[in-house]
């Protein structure tokens, strides 16, 4: 994989809150009243809760990192715009995003008929307030659906390096494209359907929130797909190359994370019914479904169940 260094970086896709605090914390127990990450309510995120123990349980946070008008650009801004900028993780994510959110802009009104809306990402450190509620690092990356923006603490693709076992570049992409999917699935009102169906039918709302991450992961793969096709704003290409070995380094990050693996890592079992956001195999086929076929309407993982 390798990024274009001629490449515009807009920063203004990004909102860098890690140089503020809104005050407070959680104290130093665990994750206090954080939401499960099932799709049931609050934020939708790309793993689950149980990093924490991967992360030797509680992360007693005394920081909390404000969302909301404490973002601040300036230094991400002045990186951004450097020689040598793509050394900076800050910068080729936010890149990431550019490309992301150019390739929404065309293929949602293409495939769905409805206009895309951006959404920014927005970086924090070790806990953050959203419209979803209070965070930490621990949950892993996330999409709020009632401020319509992506959270990440730049310091889970440590995590997801050493703990997780996905060391690979392209798994930064991929992390960002399923929680960007999650926006898409705002933007179609997929999410709220999803919802109204675990209301409904509360026995089966765990598999409602497998399918809506699944089909997340197959928003990644048709993004991944396409993602050598997305210029910045001036026509230049984000991309300059992306191998079938990065494809793979996204398929083998979504094996890295199925609700079976992480469980036999933290717990030693597996227990389905406890399962949110899916096998380490369904993750990895849906990634490829998006990616082979390269178009979002090939994603229904529901079937008709909504």
Not at 169 to 178: D, N
Not at 204 to 226: F, I, P, T
Request: proline share 4%; glycine share 14%; aromatic share 8%.
């Amino acid at each position: 994989m390798e990024l274009n260094d001629d490449a515009n970086i807009d920063t203004s896709q990004v909102e860098d809150l890690r140089g503020s605090s809104g005050g407070g914390g959680f104290g130093g127990g665990g994750l206090g009243g954080i939401p499960i990450p099932t799709g049931r309510g609050g934020w939708i995120g790309l793993a689950i809760t149980v990093l924490v123990v991967l992360l030797g349980g509680g992360l007693g946070v005394n920081k909390l990192t404000d969302g909301g008008s404490g973002a601040d650009n300036t230094a991400l801004q002045t990186k951004c715009q450097t020689a040598g900028k793509l050394s900076n993780l800050d910068c080729r994510n936010t890149l990431y995003v550019n490309s992301i959110q150019k390739y929404w802009v065309t293929a949602l009104p293409q495939a769905f008929g409805k206009p895309y809306q951006p959404a920014n990402t927005r970086l924090f450190s070790q806990a953050v307030q959203t419209g979803c509620g209070s965070a930490d690092s621990g949950v892993g990356p996330f999409y709020c659906p009632a401020d319509h923006r992506v959270y990440i603490d730049l310091t889970f693709y440590q995590v997801l390096a050493d703990q997780l076992g996905a060391p690979g570049e392209f798994a930064q992409p991929y992390v960002l494209a399923h929680e960007y999917g999650h926006h898409v699935q705002s933007l179609l009102g997929t999410e709220a359907q999803m919802r109204r169906a675990q209301q409904r039918d509360p026995g089966n709302a765990n598999k409602y929130s497998v399918m809506l991450e699944l089909q997340a992961d197959c928003y990644a793969g048709s993004w991944a797909r396409h993602a050598t096709e997305t210029t910045d704003s001036g026509g230049k290409a984000i991309f300059k190359s992306l191998t079938r070995a990065d494809i793979q380094q996204g398929i083998d990050t979504a094996g890295q994370i199925g609700d079976d693996t992480i469980q036999r890592k933290t717990q030693g079992r597996i227990n389905e019914s406890a399962f949110t956001h899916g096998t380490s195999a369904q993750r990895q086929q849906w990634f490829r479904t998006g990616f082979d076929s390269g178009d979002p309407t090939r994603c229904d993982t529901f079937g008709g169940a909504l």
